[in-house]
């Protein structure tokens, strides 16, 4: 679907005429991100990170297919075959940085699509499937990325992998099983790192996948916008290309300084030197942390140190750690309130920022050794982060006196809308 | 189409008395697809099973070792299954501690004595992978710190173990696994 108004795609020369007929690729492209396509016209900066995600992911793709023509996913040779890719193969070094790097780059970008969300209402009707879909493919990414970090086979590869596998084994009966059945063994070894490497290969394209349908879903009402009122008329947009185009450039542009600048000045920044160690299975690094991106929920899983009715610690860790993504999912239900925007909701804006600060918070505490005054910190803030989702959401959505919307888009940004006075005219 | 299915249902319907509405027609599809089911399901089973450990990972799986050098207060990894196993040779002052211990306030309630061989009470021996999130915990090795309880420590999430290796403190739910094992002579345990 799009606007009445949408400028209607017109081949021009006698070949986009066949193919028009054929198969009309170029019509597709030019009503999904080209002039066919109204978006409102007052996005902001924020609504950059869902195509910067989407160049994230090629990057990712790239790099990652020309990484496996050098990578050899064996236990005894891995972790060489890691080093022949940085001493020898030529730009090998480039590539690997560019791909480890490129998955922090996904996460930094992703995490600020999810917030931007969180803060505009993206969520709300008539977008659910949007967002719904938006948590898949979150979850696809850490799936990916963390059997992506296994495969240099180092100690925090190995490490990582015992123990996010071993959260399986927290399930009552099954549990051990299962994990045997994940690894292929009783710990992580060649049958593991293999069938990750596999799979590190198939998700990104099971995300490509997603993120079409996440795209497909989002075309259906079109885009948000900042003042969260939907688009009214044809005064309301701008078609995507060259506006949008435009700005998504120049935000690319911006992102690619920050990502080139990580990528070769501070290559190894956001790894941990304990993996340029060998894995070894019979000595466990003095603290294991996984990467930087998976810290908020590493420290809700650790959080539980006590057990909880006839629940184990370890097993609320877990469900705890996966409930912190899972209620996303029930997020468009659990915010009732009309508006959209949380500049137009003074007490959900402030909840707002306690949430990004909780957040960074666990963050932190994540990342620190799992020993006082982390652990009690870890548990107040996720007590908070599940009472800011379950409890004050709903009740702010209900008590919450919201300011005024502007009457339109054009309002919001010029000040005045012509429509505004001939609306209710138009009405009767 | 739906006419034609119609006109052609009339007649089994009348000469074999069949249930109003159902139709030979449905009775066929049913089956096919059913049958076409069973054998989807079916072709699951070993792209299932594929990922259970192959034989050669279970062929590996068991070990002997010689504990004739282990000291009074000494312990040594080795390796059973591609894990650390952990054998101790207890002290009389550890093998007490373990023993003041009221049994039944304990996470997971066992002796020193349900843990380890009758007459070899002072070989305890366990598997080195906490039972939290499966790490290898700290105090088998030579100065390594044995935790607030004089056992082991995890660092990856902080759960302590005593001196039978039983779980008092931190996120583990269980004292480490001790592996089936028997010892075949005075000097040889043979694990798994």
Redesign the interface.
């Known amino acids: 679907m799009s606007f009445p108004w949408a400028n209607e795609y017109k081949p021009g020369n006698p070949l986009t005429q066949w193919l028009d007929e054929k198969l009309p690729l170029p019509r597709f492209v030019y009503n999904a991100v080209g002039a066919g396509y109204p978006v409102p016209r007052n996005l902001n900066y924020a609504w950059n990170f869902g195509v910067l995600a989407g160049f994230c992911l090629m990057l990712q793709i790239v790099t990652g297919v020309v990484l496996a023509m050098h990578y050899a996913a064996n236990a005894g040779v891995a972790f060489d075959s890691v080093e022949h890719i940085m001493r020898d193969v030529n730009w090998g070094w480039m590539l690997r940085y560019a791909h480890a790097n490129g998955a922090s780059a996904f996460f930094v970008v992703v995490y600020i699509h999810i917030f931007r969300g969180f803060f505009y209402g993206s969520y709300k009707a008539p977008r659910e499937m949007i967002w719904l879909l938006g948590v898949v493919i979150f979850l696809l990414m850490m799936a990916t990325a963390f059997m992506g970090y296994v495969l240099p086979w180092g100690q925090m590869s190995f490490?990582g992998a015992?123990?996010i596998?071993?959260?399986f084994?927290?399930i009552p009966l099954v549990g051990e099983p299962i994990q045997?059945?994940?690894l292929?063994?009783?710990?992580p070894?060649n049958?593991a790192l293999n069938?990750f490497f596999s799979l590190h290969f198939l998700l990104p394209f099971v995300i490509a996948a997603v993120v079409v349908l996440h795209i497909w879903a989002l075309h259906i009402p079109g885009s948000s916008n900042p003042t969260g009122v939907e688009v009214k008329n044809e005064s309301d947009t701008v078609p995507f290309h060259p506006y949008y185009t435009a700005k998504d450039g120049f935000g690319l542009g911006v992102f690619l300084l920050g990502y080139c600048t990580m990528l070769f000045f501070f290559p190894n920044a956001l790894g941990h030197p304990d993996n340029y160690i060998p894995a070894n299975?019979?000595?466990?690094?003095?603290?294991?942390v996984p990467e930087w991106y998976f810290w908020p929920f590493y420290a809700i899983l650790?959080a539980?140190?006590a057990?909880f009715l006839i629940i184990?610690?370890?097993?609320m860790?877990v469900l705890a750690m996966f409930s912190a993504i899972l209620v996303w999912f029930f997020l468009p239900w659990l915010d009732r309130s009309p508006v959209r925007s949380g500049h137009f909701r003074p007490v959900f804006k402030k909840f707002y920022f306690a949430l990004v600060v909780d957040v960074l918070v666990l963050g932190y505490c994540g990342g620190a050794?799992?020993?006082e005054p982390y652990?009690m910190i870890s548990q107040i803030a996720s007590i908070y982060y599940f009472a800011h989702f379950l409890i004050i959401l709903p009740i702010v959505s209900a008590i919450e006196q919201p300011e005024a919307l502007p009457f339109s888009i054009t309002e919001a940004v010029l000040g005045k809308d012509e429509s505004a006075t001939l609306a209710p005219a138009a009405a009767h | 189409m739906a006419d034609h299915a119609g006109t052609e249902a009339v007649l089994p319907q009348g000469a074999e008395g069949a249930g109003e509405g159902v139709r030979r027609r449905d009775f066929i599809n049913i089956a096919a697809v059913s049958a076409a089911g069973v054998g989807g399901v079916v072709t699951l089973l070993p792209l299932i099973s594929q990922?259970?450990?192959?034989a050669d990972?279970l062929a590996e799986s068991s070990t002997e070792i010689d504990i004739s050098a282990i000291q009074p207060g000494q312990a040594i990894?080795a390796?059973f299954?591609?894990?650390?196993v952990f054998i101790r040779n207890l002290t009389p002052a550890e093998i007490e501690d373990a023993n003041k211990v009221d049994v039944g306030s304990l996470?997971d309630p066992e002796s020193l004595k349900d843990r380890t061989k009758e007459g070899k009470e002072n070989w305890l021996i366990t598997m080195?992978v906490c039972?939290?999130?499966?790490?290898?915990?700290?105090g088998a090795g030579e100065g390594e710190v044995k935790g607030e309880f004089g056992g082991y420590f995890?660092?990856?999430?902080?759960s302590s173990y005593d001196t039978a290796a039983r779980i008092r403190k931190?996120?583990?739910?269980k004292n480490l696994m001790v592996p089936e094992y028997a010892f075949t002579s005075d000097t040889i345990v043979k694990i798994g």
């Open positions: 490490w015992k123990v596998t071993g959260l084994g927290a045997v059945w994940l292929g063994g009783f710990a070894d049958a069938r299975a019979m000595s466990t690094p003095a603290h294991i650790r539980f140190t057990d184990p610690a370890k097993l860790g050794p799992a020993e652990v | 990922m259970a450990p192959s990972v990894k390796i299954r591609k894990q650390p996470r080195g039972t939290h999130l499966g790490c290898v915990p700290l995890c660092p990856c999430h902080g931190g996120p583990a739910p």
